[in-house]
């Protein structure tokens, strides 16, 4: 996002929140009067603020409208989304992360959410399926035509994050018995194109997919030639169970705009776009954040405390019991501490340099799990080399940390100790780093969601062991 668009953004926030609280202090104003015209000034003056306010709002674009309600407080948020028409609310809700949707559809009385959702298409039903509560879902769903019916109902046999999920059923098909001349005609009657509408789908006398015509092929061929030798057979596909992740990947290393979702018998079933892609990779990776955050949800800004408290619980017990058993390898050696002070001041070195190098690692192997760049097969020589890192590392740092340590207690054995701790920790570091994330993927877990804190664990406790389980053997 350029710093342009950024300041826009923000424009609009401010202006926006400018009307909310002017309207909130001419009401208190009007209220402080003790006229008998008070309620009717009150009532004059509450109407021009709230015109000024649903003027602004009209003049937005509805992703502006959705970062608006995202960073407003619920109470303010409640009146921005009262202001919105119905057809606005509807595209808005699109829109606005699945935190801040979930919180608005809580809010809106049902009756006037269906008036929403109405005018809501087959696809845009599909995608808050799951988000609408069941009886606003059934009647929108009654609202539709049985074609459109029935590609909901299909869709939502497709997992979350499959091709069939994400798929569009906005497709534009030629035959290939048909000319170039009679395409542009068809198209043209159509009057309007889907977004990224890059190609159209060519189909054979038995309805299979054939190939594919490129807009710029309508536009620079004879319009006397026959599709069936204008169209590009060769033709990257996806099948509806594919995993959206792969499929993006085949996007970006492609370089396509949209691609055809076909059945295992060739029948063109509906249509991937990049927007489809971009919202579902924008998605995962807002997860992903979260997920090495500690967050097992996306989190409203201004959630109620309740839904914050119960969304953070379970990483912060899981941190908790990680944290009191490296507390107990630490009591374990109480003894050699009380003796030798300088190993309390030297502990949290060894534990911080071996989390900081497992941080690392673990980014490397979680962004190559994510590009399909790690398998069982080169497993074996990134681990050679994540530890061959490791060991120099850490020979190079230990080192330097030893050194120092030497100069402070003017003890050679507690420099030597340090050095080799950290060289150990770093090995254990780049070995969890690569490991877990890995075995996180293969038993289909999220890598990025736990790992951090497993390795946290690791560093720390296997640090303060191998530092004081070596000081307590060669110093003490």
């Keep these: 996002m350029s710093a342009h668009t950024d300041e826009r953004l923000q424009a609009n926030v401010d202006h926006v929140v400018s009307l909310l609280h002017r309207n909130d202090l001419v009401e208190s104003l009007v209220h402080a009067q003790k006229q008998p015209r008070q309620e009717l000034i009150e009532g004059i003056v509450h109407r021009q603020q709230l015109a000024a306010l649903q003027a602004k709002l009209r003049r937005m674009h509805f992703a502006d409208l959705a970062h608006v309600l995202e960073v407003l407080p619920l109470e303010e948020r409640g ?28 809010s809106t009385p049902r009756e006037e959410l269906l008036r929403a959702v109405a005018g809501f298409d087959a696809d845009d039903l599909a995608y808050l399926r799951d988000e609408l509560p069941v009886e606003v879902f059934e009647q929108a769903m009654g609202g539709l035509a049985d074609a459109d019916r029935h590609w909901v109902s299909t ?45 159209i789908f060519v189909l054979d006398p038995r309805g299979t997919l054939s190939g594919v015509l490129l807009i710029e092929d309508l536009l620079l061929e004879d319009p006397g030639r ?23 990947l085949a996007f970006e290393r492609y370089d396509l705009t ?52 119960r969304n953070r619980w379970l990483w912060l017990f899981v941190n908790l019991v990680t944290a009191f058993i490296a507390s107990q390898v630490i009591d374990a050696f109480s003894d050699a501490i009380g003796q ?46 994540e530890l061959s890192v490791a060991m120099v590392s850490g020979l190079f740092w230990g080192g330097v940390v030893g050194v120092f340590a030497g100069l402070i207690y003017q003890q050679l ?9 950290l060289l150990l920790n770093l090995v254990v570091a780049a070995l969890t780093g690569v490991l877990v994330p890995f075995a996180l993927h293969r038993f289909g877990r999220d890598p990025a969601m736990g790992a951090s804190v497993l390795l946290t664990f690791t560093t720390d406790s296997m640090g303060f062991l191998i530092f004081l389980g070596l000081a307590s053997h060669f110093l003490i």
Excluded at 79 to 106: K, M
Excluded at 227 to 248: G, H, N, T
Excluded at 413 to 421: D, F, N, Q
């Design 155 to 199: 869709s939502m046999t497709y997992a979350e994050d499959s091709v069939g999920h994400l798929m569009s059923r906005e497709i534009i098909t030629v035959h290939s018995q048909q000319s170039i001349g009679e395409a542009i005609t068809n198209l043209r009657s159509l009057g309007k194109l889907p977004h990224n509408t890059d190609k």
């Design 226 to 248: 026959a599709i069936a030798d204008a169209q590009r057979k060769s033709v990257v596909s996806f099948k509806p169970e594919d995993d959206a992740a792969d499929a993006a």
């Design 413 to 421: 054995g507690l420099s030597v100790v340090i050095a080799v701790a």
């Design 79 to 106: 009146v921005v989304w009262s202001l919105l028409a119905d057809p606005t609310r509807a595209e808005t809700l699109l829109e606005v992360n699945e935190a801040v949707r979930g919180q608005l559809i809580e």
């Design 340 to 385: 030798l002070v300088a190993l309390a001041a030297l502990m949290p070195i060894v534990a911080s340099v071996g989390g900081n190098t497992g941080n690392q690692t673990t980014a490397l192997v979680v962004r190559g799990l994510a590009m399909n760049q790690i398998s069982l097969v080169n497993l074996g020589p990134i681990l050679r080399k």
């Design 258 to 309: 949209s691609a055809p979702v076909v059945n295992a018998r060739g029948k063109l079933l509906g249509r991937l776009s990049i927007d489809e892609l971009m919202d579902f990779l924008h998605d995962e990776a807002h997860e992903d954040v979260l997920n090495i955050a500690g967050l097992m949800d996306e989190e409203d800004l201004f959630a109620n405390l309740r839904s914050a408290i």
